[in-house]
């Protein structure tokens, strides 16, 4: 019989519904993980899929993350959402709706299940932050600071968590080909005055080397192989998926 590498291992994945999120849920459990999917909207159809667990909850509801207790042997901080507009515009509201999202409750869950996993003496903490989190964009000042806002915490619990057998990294992707970023295609158009089917050659990619978007697929296989065991010496680290964006 051939044993999973992550057989007996639980995973958490936040913005586990779709996109990015979807793939990571499905590479883990394809690798013998027990998921849970937690989103905002209902995943039990994609929960069912993989035999996991669904979680529907409004993560921006800080004060209720607070008072967690969880108990994952992995977690997946993947929830994000995206607002493209000019400093001057800027809503105030979206800008820490974003940061709240993206920055307060990775650090909510990774408090609340560090204990559990420094129990155990084992863990893997895996942020997926974006090349934004090492490199800036106009009209992205909520996403750009709250990803290396993120970058800075995974760093932290690298070293906090090293001792206790958890490790703490960031996945950093380009312009993965999901929902999220396919709903900016309009806002960018408008902000850099360029048509729409433009913006993906002269916004999106005009960095890359390689000129495609990321699948979300790629971005799973890369969590699932820091989620694992051979991984256990890789930690504070970065892996960039961008296309040669960050080369430069």
Same mark, same amino acid.
């Given at each position: 019989? #051939?044993?999973?590498?992550? /057989?007996?291992r639980s995973a958490l994945? #936040?913005?586990?519904?779709? *996109?990015?999120?979807?793939?990571? &849920?499905?590479?883990?459990?394809?690798? *013998?993980?027990?998921?849970?999917?937690?989103?905002?909207?209902?995943? $039990?159809?994609?929960?069912? $899929?993989?035999?996991?667990?669904?979680? =529907?909850?409004?993560?921006?509801?800080?004060?209720?993350?607070?008072?967690?207790?969880?108990?994952?042997?992995?977690?997946?901080?993947?929830?994000?959402? =995206?607002?493209?507009?000019?400093?001057?515009?800027?809503?105030?509201?979206?800008?820490?709706?974003?940061?709240?999202?993206?920055?307060?409750?990775?650090?909510?869950?990774?408090?609340?299940?560090?204990?559990?996993?420094?129990?155990?003496?084992?863990?893997?903490?895996?942020?997926?932050?974006? &090349?934004?989190?090492?490199?800036?964009?106009?009209?992205?000042?909520?996403?750009?600071?709250?990803?290396?806002?993120?970058?800075?915490?995974?760093?932290?619990?690298?070293?906090?968590?090293?001792?206790?057998?958890?490790?703490?990294?960031? &996945?950093?992707?380009?312009?993965?080909?999901?929902?999220?970023?396919? /709903?900016?295609?309009?806002?960018?158009?408008?902000?850099?005055?360029?048509?729409?089917?433009?913006?993906?050659?002269?916004?999106?990619? #005009?960095?890359?080397?390689?000129?495609?978007?990321?699948?979300p697929q790629e971005v799973? /296989?890369?969590?699932?192989?820091?989620?694992?065991?051979?991984?256990?010496?890789?930690?504070?680290?970065?892996?960039?998926?961008?296309? *040669?964006?960050?080369?430069?």
């Amino acid at each position: 019989m #051939t044993i999973l590498p992550l /057989s007996g291992r639980s995973a958490l994945v #936040t913005g586990g519904a779709g *996109g990015i999120g979807a793939a990571v &849920v499905r590479e883990l459990a394809s690798l *013998g993980a027990k998921v849970t999917i937690a989103d905002l909207t209902a995943t $039990e159809d994609l929960a069912a $899929e993989v035999k996991g667990d669904s979680w =529907q909850l409004d993560l921006s509801d800080t004060a209720a993350l607070e008072e967690l207790s969880l108990d994952f042997d992995i977690l997946v901080n993947n929830a994000g959402i =995206q607002r493209v507009a000019p400093l001057e515009e800027y809503d105030p509201a979206v800008f820490r709706k974003i940061h709240t999202l993206m920055l307060e409750v990775p650090f909510l869950l990774i408090r609340s299940v560090l204990p559990q996993m420094y129990g155990k003496g084992w863990g893997r903490i895996i942020n997926i932050s974006s &090349v934004h989190g090492l490199r800036a964009s106009a009209f992205k000042s909520a996403y750009v600071s709250a990803k290396h806002g993120l970058e800075g915490l995974s760093k932290v619990t690298a070293l906090e968590g090293g001792p206790h057998g958890v490790t703490s990294n960031c &996945v950093n992707p380009g312009y993965v080909r999901t929902p999220l970023v396919e /709903s900016q295609i309009a806002d960018q158009a408008v902000a850099h005055g360029i048509p729409e089917d433009e913006v993906l050659a002269k916004v999106m990619l #005009t960095e890359s080397a390689i000129k495609r978007l990321v699948e979300p697929q790629e971005v799973a /296989s890369l969590v699932a192989w820091l989620a694992g065991p051979k991984a256990g010496m890789v930690t504070g680290a970065s892996y960039t998926m961008d296309g *040669g964006w960050s080369a430069k």
